[in-house]
């Protein structure tokens, strides 16, 4: 059986889009599972640029067959960006895409730039040649179809895509909306205005993708060379044709929102229950967005990558390989309007290609959470994050430049660097539980300079406590107690001054004596 190699084209850009809409570099693992799923059941994958040709001009050949000469003198098919700025604050409508085909007498005033070299289909795919790092800016707008509103619009999901082709890796780093920051030629704001600023005001270049890659670039010293904005309306489309009985999610904390936006800017009550549970696409989206939880954005973040993740299963499952093949130009359609991008396709495939290259331990997703900064007031006193832009650098360099993985002889010996006091407290009504832990720590190698109770005796999880900024030694416990890197938080409530806290939950009792 042979499939088109259109189809692969698409998977990694419905990856991208699902990636966009929700925060987690692990929506690159459903394009390179895709193909090599499809490769295992004895799919084999045509030429993408013929498959497109093919099915635009109605002249199809066998892709067994020598390519002749009209065949290889045909134009190349690209993508160009949906919509540009407006000059006043009233923007376009998001515009369906189009194919544009490219006539050799054109003037290449119109054409963006490209990083990628164009292969003619004898050649084979295209491929990326250039060493250096592709930075794409994923942006997430706040629109809805009910609505009809022409915006412009604010970026609800804000998120940095790095691409190491030499070393062959993948990080994608999450930035929290109400990061304030300084916006080129307009000064400071939150970096969720920069889209909204640039659409309003026809930025030079692109407008609000444009802007927004402009401040990123500013604000972090990184280049970024491309874009994708997509709405919400892009992740309900692709839940609901590709996972049409929902999705399995284990929701790990009671969730009550009665303030949820809806999609005509009202709002509607949403709950969520603890507990194991399948989800249509509104429902996930409502569960990935809501912000009603102690950690807000923080925490909503978290939720995106495990929301992404359980999408990717169900997609990668038997049965959802084969709904997606049969659904992806379904899928196309149902996209068409519903994003902007200055990604060419020839991009998008030389992309494809190397993503199919890159194992998943080389594959690392970060956010710009509360270690990274803090809250404050804007000059005009709204609740804002200020940036702690020497914390962001050092995790810049660990999630786009992360050299090799320190064994644990490494880790201790920063964390020994660091000293910090370190404190168990007892979060639960356990007689003796904080005592015997200091033993079964003190018995690992780790000084334990005092125990005592916790704020709470009903705290289910341990977590991994910083007062202060020690993450080697937060990391280190957390290793040696088995817990995940979720379970490492801020200290915020001024128990201690500074050093770290292992806060033990009831799953302690399995920790230690396990």
Same mark, same amino acid.
């Given at each position: ?46 030429? *993408? ?17 020598? =390519? ?39 003037? *290449? ?7 990628? *070299? ?13 060493? @250096? ?45 109400? =990061? ?7 000064? #400071?704001? @939150? ?12 930025? *030079? ?80 989206? !409502? ?16 939720? !995106? ?30 996209? !068409? ?43 005009? #006193?709204? !609740? ?131």
């Amino acid at each position: 059986m042979r499939v088109s190699g259109c189809l692969a084209a698409l998977a990694f850009l419905f990856a991208l889009i699902v990636l966009t809409s929700l925060c987690s570099v692990t929506s690159f693992s459903l394009a390179q599972q895709t193909v090599v799923d499809l490769n295992a059941a004895g799919m084999a994958v045509d030429d *993408p640029l013929a498959t497109l040709r093919c099915a635009l001009t109605g002249r199809c050949e066998s892709v067994t067959a020598d =390519l002749n000469a009209s065949a290889l003198n045909a134009p190349l098919l690209k993508l160009t960006p949906l919509t540009t700025a407006m000059p006043t604050a009233t923007a376009q409508s998001i515009a369906p895409p189009t194919v544009a085909v490219a006539e050799p007498t054109m003037a *290449p005033t119109t054409a963006p730039p490209t990083l990628f *070299p164009t292969a003619e289909p004898s050649a084979g795919l295209p491929r990326i040649t250039d060493p @250096r790092q592709v930075q794409i800016l994923l942006l997430g707008i706040d629109q809805r179809s009910a609505t009809d509103d022409p915006g412009p619009f604010r970026t609800d999901t804000i998120m940095l895509l790095n691409i190491n082709p030499v070393r062959k890796s993948v990080g994608l780093l999450s930035l929290p909306r109400d =990061l304030w920051v300084e916006i080129p030629d307009f000064g #400071g704001a @939150r970096i969720n205005q920069a889209n909204f600023i640039g659409d309003g005001n026809a930025y *030079p270049g692109g407008g609000g993708p444009a802007l927004a890659m402009e401040t990123v670039a500013t604000n972090f010293g990184l280049r970024v060379d491309k874009y994708l904005l997509v709405n919400f309306d892009v992740f309900t489309s692709i839940v609901d044709i590709l996972a049409p009985d929902g999705v399995l999610v284990n929701v790990r904390d009671w969730i009550d929102d009665p303030d949820y936006p809806d999609d005509r800017y009202g709002t509607i009550h949403v709950q969520f229950e603890p507990g194991e549970q399948r989800m249509d696409a509104e429902t996930l989206l !409502q569960y990935a967005r809501t912000r009603a939880t102690e950690g807000g954005d923080f925490d909503r973040a978290r939720r !995106q990558q495990q929301v992404l993740d359980a999408v990717r299963a169900e997609v990668l499952s038997a049965g959802g390989i084969v709904n997606f093949v049969s659904q992806a130009f379904t899928l196309w359609d149902a996209l !068409q309007g519903n994003y902007r991008t200055n990604l060419e396709l020839n991009e998008i495939i030389a992309l494809l290609n190397l993503v199919g290259e890159i194992e998943r331990e080389d594959i690392r997703y970060r956010v710009i959470d509360n270690f990274y900064a803090y809250p404050g007031l804007s000059p005009q #006193g709204d !609740q804002v994050l200020y940036p702690d832009f020497v914390a962001i650098r050092d995790l810049i360099q660990e999630t786009f430049y992360a050299q090799a993985q320190l064994t644990p002889a490494e880790m201790k010996a920063r964390a020994d660097e660091e000293n910090p006091p370190v404190y168990v407290f007892n979060g639960t009504n356990i007689a003796g539980l904080a005592g015997e832990t200091r033993d079964w720590l003190v018995s690992k190698g780790v000084r334990v300079d005092d125990i005592g109770n916790d704020v709470t005796n009903g705290r289910a999880q341990t977590e991994i406590l910083e007062y202060g900024r020690y993450h080697w030694t937060a990391k280190v416990l957390a290793e040696l107690m088995g817990l995940p890197e979720d379970r490492i938080a801020r200290g915020d409530d001024g128990r201690i001054a500074q050093g770290v806290v292992v806060a033990l939950g009831r799953d302690a009792v399995q920790i230690i004596g396990g």
